[in-house]
């Protein structure tokens, strides 16, 4: 009845617990946010 398309994506931001120290939960969570925003824009 229905096509359905599902793309997985695993990713490892390398550092990302050493910058969770060092920043802002706003801006830590911004972050892989743009990143996987810019990953929806390409696709």
């Known amino acids: ?3 359905t ?3 997985i994506l695993f990713a490892d931001l390398v550092k990302f617990t050493e ?3 060092k ?3 706003t ?3 911004a972050l ?3 990143i996987f925003s810019a990953f929806d ?3």
Request: aromatic letters at 4%; glycine letters at 0%; proline letters at 5%.
């Open 5 to 7: 398309a599902v793309t």
């Open 23 to 25: 920043v802002t939960l």
């Open 32 to 34: 892989p946010n743009e």
């Open 19 to 21: 910058l969770s120290e």
């Open 27 to 29: 801006e830590l969570v």
């Open 1 to 3: 009845m229905f096509d």
């Open 41 to 43: 824009r390409l696709t």
